[in-house]
Nanobody, 126 residues
């Protein structure tokens, strides 16, 4: 069965770093673009980043570029999200999902993704 599982979240102090993992099962992750999204308490789910397949090119929401880095290891069937210089506003549930669009690059559009993971909680607090 097609499944994505996020892991790596937890409690981190402001200024700290966390690396999230998105592990795929039931399919070969290397054939698909993968996106990261997040949802803070009381707010809408928003796009964070996505990564293509063939060349590994990436897309970031402008406000996060420079602090967050997406990468993939197709041999491990896993996509990662490295998050640095975290602040309390980064507190959210982080999700990964499979991109189903056919463009030359992935886009951070919620309705173009499927097979969402269960999410992993990241809490930034002192």
């Amino acid at each position: 069965q097609v499944q994505l599982v996020e892991s790596g979240g937890g409690l981190v102090q402001p200024g700290g770093s966390v690396r999230l993992s998105c592990a795929a099962s039931g399919f070969s992750l290397g054939y698909f673009a993968i996106g990261w999204f997040r949802q803070a308490p009381g707010k809408e789910r928003e796009g964070v980043s996505c990564i293509r397949t063939s060349d590994g090119s990436t897309v970031y929401t402008p406000s996060l570029k420079g602090r967050f880095t997406i990468s993939r290891d197709n041999a491990k069937n896993t996509v990662y999200l490295q998050m640095n210089s975290l602040n309390p506003e980064d507190t959210a549930v982080y999700y990964c999902a499979v991109y189903r669009g056919y463009g030359s690059s992935c886009r951070l559009e919620l309705n173009e993704y499927e097979y969402w993971g269960q999410g992993t909680q990241v809490t930034v607090s002192s």
